[in-house]
């Protein structure tokens, strides 16, 4: 690892000017992923900012129909909170199942969101629930955030604040795991929403997270496993490396949406 | 150089690190702590595995400096003072979990957090979804699982002893 000067503010201000003077530094939250990056010298960052000690990028609240989670919401917080687990369940449960326990003991959700991997979970709930991104200086929607591989329409120096899910009437997710990684395969996250929208978000299985409409529309005219068990995804454009074929991911992403689905309820 | 204070197995140190020193490199280098072992360089084995607050982390993805003010207990504060080994110590020696012995400070870490939080008890299942981290190539499992399970009852006082593997 080449070496970097390291920054702790206290105020989501202060990072952002941090941020900002200097270009070539970056935030870390968990730096569960930044750190293995940074370890087989994959970006060489000049200063690191540790977001820990900001409260602003805390806490997670149920107001309404909206459930709001803050940026250092680390995984396991996630996973064994009370206003999560009675709001949005498939949230929580997805939380449980990141990676490992000492993953999820630091990794956070901003961080998992504002890096993107095409293979993380997250994204999947974020676009699958249409929940609304909340930076320092704007809002975006789930459906403008996620741009490309590890791309997204955070810029250089703008910090992910909170995630405000809306609360669904259903949502469930459903992966298969690469066994040596536990990192996604492909998965889908199904939701309808109080509105009525039905929306299915596919993670894993492209170079970025995606939703399916074939799949959503079948589900708005008939919410079962059934709807959705004779549509084939296109293999064009999916994920094709050693853990598997877009052929055999594009199998999977049928696979993974009925169980979805069934997990919903 | 940046400075980072913090308490690892009940002393206070504080040492002078670079920003991109691990915590794992100031425990090992610094503090010639050598039980925290490093298998990996995609924090995927978990022979780093240490508490920070009382939490179960990979101290080889964890900066030194986000560890300042931290209480840090590796597997050389288990132990009391007379030598007397902790229930999970003494489970992994009594099942033989062990072969080589390189993942087993790590591994031994991650159960404590494990069988802590698990007050109610633990299946075998939940065990092995417990260890997911941590990764061994001797022992094939078994016998860090039944270790796990019998160190569970005496941490929980729902044993007084690890009870004989020849049982
Ligand atoms: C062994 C292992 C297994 C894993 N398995 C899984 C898995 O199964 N599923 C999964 O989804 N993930 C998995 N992960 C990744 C893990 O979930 C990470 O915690 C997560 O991807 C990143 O969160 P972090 O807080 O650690 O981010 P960091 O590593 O701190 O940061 C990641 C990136 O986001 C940026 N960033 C961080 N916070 C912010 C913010 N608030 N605003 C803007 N930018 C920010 C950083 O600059 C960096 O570029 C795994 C990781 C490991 C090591
Ligand atoms: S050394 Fe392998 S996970 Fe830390
Ligand atoms: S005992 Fe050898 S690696 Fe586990």
Redesign the interface.
């Known amino acids: 690892?080449?070496?970097?000067?390291?920054h702790?503010p206290g105020s989501v201000a202060d990072a952002v000017k941090l941020l900002t003077a200097d270009p070539e530094a970056r935030p870390?939250s968990g730096?569960?992923t930044l750190?293995?990056a940074?370890?087989?010298r994959l970006n060489r960052p000049t200063?690191?900012v540790?977001l820990?000690g900001i409260a602003e990028l805390k806490g997670i609240r149920k107001e309404g129909d909206t459930l709001t989670i803050g940026a250092l919401a680390r995984h396991v917080d996630v996973a064994e909170s009370a206003e999560v687990t009675s709001a949005i369940p498939a949230l929580a449960r997805m939380a449980a199942n990141i990676?490992?326990?000492?993953?999820r003991?630091?990794g956070t959700i901003g961080g998992s969101v504002a890096n993107n991997d095409p293979a993380a979970d997250y994204p999947a709930a974020v676009l699958g629930l249409g929940a609304t991104i909340v930076t320092d200086r704007r809002r975006i929607a789930a459906d403008d955030f996620f741009q490309g591989m590890f791309t997204t329409a955070l810029e250089p120096g703008e910090l992910l604040v909170a995630i405000e899910f809306p609360i669904p009437e259903k949502a469930g997710y459903a992966k298969m795991r690469n066994p040596?990684?536990?990192y996604v395969m492909t998965g889908a996250f199904v939701a309808r929403l109080r509105s009525g929208e039905v929306r299915v978000a596919i993670n894993g299985a492209g170079p970025c997270v995606f939703r399916q409409a074939e799949m959503e529309k079948a589900l708005s005219a008939n919410w079962s496993p059934e709807a959705v068990a004779n549509i084939r995804q296109s293999p064009e454009g999916l994920n094709s490396d050693i853990h598997g074929s877009a052929e055999y991911r594009a199998h999977l992403v049928t696979v993974m949406a009925k169980r979805a689905v069934a997990e919903a309820g | 150089m940046p400075q980072v204070t913090l308490t690892v197995n009940g002393k206070s140190h504080t040492v002078e690190v670079e920003g991109r020193t691990l915590l794992v490199e100031l425990l090992r280098e610094k503090l010639r702590l050598t039980g925290t072992h490093v298998g990996c360089d995609t924090s995927q084995c978990g022979a780093c595995v240490v508490h920070v607050n009382g939490e179960s982390v990979k101290s080889c993805t964890l900066l030194a400096l986000q560890a300042d003010g931290a209480q840090v207990t590796t597997i050389e504060g288990l132990a009391k003072p007379d030598g007397t080994l902790h229930p999970m110590q003494e489970a992994f020696r009594e099942y033989h979990a062990l072969q080589c012995g390189f993942c087993t400070p790590g591994m031994v870490m991650a159960a404590i957090d494990l069988v802590q939080k698990h007050p109610q008890g633990l299946s075998e299942r939940e065990i092995r979804e417990g260890l997911e981290g941590n990764l061994c190539r001797c022992t094939g499992y078994h016998n860090i699982v039944k270790a796990i399970a019998a160190a569970a009852e005496v941490m929980h006082g729902r044993r007084s002893e690890i009870a004989r593997a020849a049982e």
Do not use: C, E
């Not at chain 1, 690892?1 to 390291?6: E, G, K, Q, R, V």
């Not at chain 1, 990676?99 to 993953?103: K, P």
């Open positions: 690892m080449y070496d970097f000067a390291y702790k870390i730096g569960q750190l293995p940074l370890k087989h200063a690191l540790d820990s990676g490992d326990i000492q993953v003991n630091r040596a990684s536990r």
